[in-house]
């Protein structure tokens, strides 16, 4: 007999299951039964991701609270589930949002703290200004948030972050360890980690005692630089500009029509050539991201289409350090190095060695290896989340409590108007005589990102009534996970996430598992054509009807646009409820549609037609 454990990835609970969410569980489900039948010793256990904005927003709406509207939704969407008669264990049924899940979340971060891999810093931030709440960059797509859409704003902001950096290396690495994952789920996590080896060059501003520090992949093409580019974000514009000329910048390139324009703004700053005796000029771009090295690159336009574009928009020098012909330029591609006279003759491998090497015998370099990963931010502005165990005094200081203190609540009678964090308004919660100090102090009102609920939850599965976080003995005997079921949609956010907190909790706690999930399946989603009035309101599947060649609302009769097929989702209402389904059709052919019309790992249009 064999211990497997078998998990999909848990639900949020807003209210009803949709088709898609049973395709999900249909396939754990089928996976659960069959080592089951085999004689093995299988957990298969449900639980609700259970925090998080979505829910304040829905009590605002329906004049209800969170918590009463998550454990109504809890409730209802537990029973559709067990209509589907599948195989679960109930027994070890949590949600993040109760006190015996989230209490223990608290101590993993004090351990977290205390291991140094929990830590606070002023740091420009992503700013959703329509949830008004911090998001990780992870959570940011295309400038915009992850869940609104709304243009993400940068802010500075003091908040805690995760040392997810300290571990970058391995993740990557252990990627090659993971041969039960979908390839494309890998490639995605290596992007994003996004390791670049090359060389840091320290670049003197004329006249002032400070340098900029760059990382480049191409040192080989030094000889070539002939600007630098710094992100609007970027030190050196709060130490030597005025608020307002920084303003001023922003604005020119929020102004920007064609977001592939190349905009840049010169400042009265220029920069000492590393080798060469001349000076070069200093540019704040639109293209230059604050998370690439420290946020400055030189510019070889030569050989960059980036900054050729840029340089012939400012009319900058080009000048050919890699051997072609003139109208190949700009030629990006590997060659003789030629116009340099330390590395003239070399092909791109050899020049760079020679180069680095260089940098470092004259101090003004180094090799380096850079990051696209940074530490993930998991403060929150908002209430319906874990309260983060920390507290403020008056002198600034702060002190992260005690296990002992613990569990921090969250205080069910607050005040939500959608303006911002109700704890922030909650003084009775908020203040407090700190037990150690006799001091007056103030507990922390930002929560945790959901995403630090979801990390770890799979552990919290395997003994979901022990007095601490889990049993080491259970985790050695049950992890990792040998099958996790889930969309590939989370292959950055809470995968990666995962394989953070596990890696830390084996170095924290002394474990020996240091990957959460064996084999990863994903999925095909269950898509359906969606339908909107013409004032632009989403319409759900059966509130259309058809009726003498046109598509009608039921109750108004008001016109209704057909649109594309799309992902089940409730923000679209393109869903279809399977409670109906299964009293029209049985829980069998239900089941059976949900795994037979495609393969599971490919999209299924749902169709009634398919289902009779």
């Not at 454990?71 to 109930?90: G, H, R, S, V």
């Not at 596990?502 to 170095?507: E, Q, T, V, Y």
Request: aromatic share 12%; proline share 5%; net charge negative.
């Amino acid at each position: 007999m064999q211990k497997k454990y078998i998990l999909e990835m848990f639900p949020y609970p807003s209210g009803n299951i949709h088709m898609g969410h049973v395709r999900n569980y249909v396939i754990g489900d089928i996976c659960a039964r069959y080592h089951k039948l085999k004689g093995d010793e299988v957990i298969h256990p449900m639980g609700w991701d259970a925090f998080g904005l979505p829910a304040e927003n829905a009590a605002i709406q329906f004049d209800t609270h969170p918590q009463d509207w998550t454990l109504t939704n809890i409730e209802n969407m537990k029973n559709q589930l067990k209509n589907l008669d599948l195989d679960l264990d109930w027994e070890r049924e949590l949600a993040t949002c109760n006190k015996d899940y989230y209490q223990y979340q608290q101590e993993i971060f004090i351990d977290l703290y205390n291991a140094g891999l929990a830590y606070k810093k002023d740091a420009l931030v992503n700013w959703d200004p329509e949830d008004q709440t911090v998001l990780a960059n992870e959570q940011v797509i295309d400038g915009k948030g992850w869940r609104t859409g709304a243009t993400v704003e940068q802010k500075v902001l003091s908040q805690w972050f995760f040392k997810i950096t300290d571990y970058a290396e391995e993740l990557l690495n252990d990627l090659e360890k993971l041969t039960l994952w979908p390839e494309k789920v890998k490639t995605m996590q290596k992007n994003w980690i996004g390791k670049s080896v090359g060389a840091e060059i320290e670049f003197k501003i004329n006249g002032k005692k400070d340098s900029l520090k760059i990382f480049t992949t191409r040192p080989d093409t030094i000889y070539g630089a002939t600007f630098i580019a710094v992100s609007v974000n970027h030190k050196i514009l709060s130490k030597y500009l005025e608020i307002s000329e920084i303003n001023k910048i922003k604005e020119i390139f929020k102004k920007s029509i064609n977001e592939k324009e190349k905009i840049g703004y010169l400042l009265n700053l220029k920069c000492e050539h590393p080798i060469l005796n001349k000076e070069i000029p200093i540019y704040v771009a639109n293209f230059v991201l604050d998370n690439y090295g420290e946020g400055a690159i030189f510019g070889c336009p030569a050989h960059d289409e980036r900054d050729y574009e840029f340089a012939i928009k400012y009319n900058l020098p080009i000048i050919k350090v890699i051997k072609c012909e003139d109208e190949d330029l700009p030629y990006a591609q590997e060659g003789v190095v030629i116009n340099s006279p330390l590395l003239d003759g070399l092909k791109k491998i050899e020049a760079i060695k020679k180069i680095t090497n260089y940098f470092e015998e004259k101090n003004i370099g180094k090799k380096s290896v850079n990051y696209k990963l940074r530490d993930w931010g998991v403060s929150r502005q908002r209430y319906w989340g874990c309260p983060i165990p920390v507290i403020y005094y008056d002198d600034g200081t702060f002190r992260v409590l005690d296990k002992s203190e613990l569990p921090v609540l969250l205080p069910y009678d607050v005040k939500l108007d959608g303006k911002g964090n109700a704890l922030l308004k909650h003084d009775h919660w908020r203040k407090m005589v700190c037990p150690k100090t006799n001091k007056i102090a103030f507990r922390e009102t930002d929560t945790f990102d959901t995403f630090v609920d979801s990390s770890w939850y799979y552990i919290r599965f395997l003994n979901n009534k022990l007095d601490m976080p889990f049993d080491p003995k259970e985790v050695s005997a049950f992890l990792p996970v040998d099958k996790y079921i889930g969309g590939i949609e989370h292959a950055i956010l809470h995968l990666l996430y995962s394989r953070f907190f596990m890696k830390a909790l084996r170095d924290i706690y002394k474990l020996d598992v240091g990957e959460p999930f064996k084999q990863l399946f994903t999925q095909g989603m269950i898509t359906h054509k969606t339908y909107r009035t013409e004032s632009e309101e989403w319409v759900m599947p059966k509130e259309v009807i058809f009726n003498d060649g046109k598509l009608l609302r039921k109750k108004t009769k008001e016109v209704i646009n057909e649109g594309p097929s799309e992902k089940m989702s409730k923000s679209k209402k393109n869903v279809v409820e399977p409670d109906e389904i299964l009293q029209n059709y049985g829980i069998d052919a239900t089941r059976f549609f949900m795994i037979s019309d495609s393969p599971p790992d490919r999209e299924l249009e749902w169709t009634d037609e398919g289902i009779q």
